[in-house]
């Protein structure tokens, strides 16, 4: 199970932490990614991070979007400096088992319920 949090408003410019906590399984054995979907478009993928900490993201936020994960906890993080109105979107957090990066959303098995960013102009 997933649960995301940490969304809100925010001006441009401006900073959020998302949060994902899961519970049920081990932590570590999983890979987890980020996912968003803006009004009138498809879920896109933001960033993905392996057990170990490896990431990789979508072009559109490198450098400003930082994936991260504290396996004690159980938790994945997304940080999101100079955040842009095109960031607005509900925000999803996914996992699966495995020791790779993955990039579709045919690739995970589990989703969170969302969380909404809304970045005002």
């Known amino acids: 199970q997933l649960q995301a949090s940490g969304g809100g408003l925010v001006q441009a410019g401006g900073s959020l932490r998302l949060s994902c906590a899961a519970s049920?399984?081990?932590?570590?054995?999983?890979?987890m990614g980020w996912f968003r979907q803006a009004p009138g478009k498809e879920r896109e993928f933001v960033a993905t991070i392996k057990g170990g900490g490896s990431t990789s993201y979508a072009d559109s936020v490198k450098g400003r979007l930082t994936i991260s994960r504290d396996n004690a906890k159980n938790t994945m993080y997304l940080q999101m400096d100079s955040l842009k109105p095109e960031d607005t979107a509900v925000y999803y957090c996914a996992a699966r088992e495995g020791g790779s990066l993955y990039y579709t959303r045919a690739a995970y098995d589990y989703w969170g319920q969302g969380t909404l960013v809304t970045v005002s102009s």
């Open positions: 049920g399984r081990t932590f570590s054995n999983y890979a």
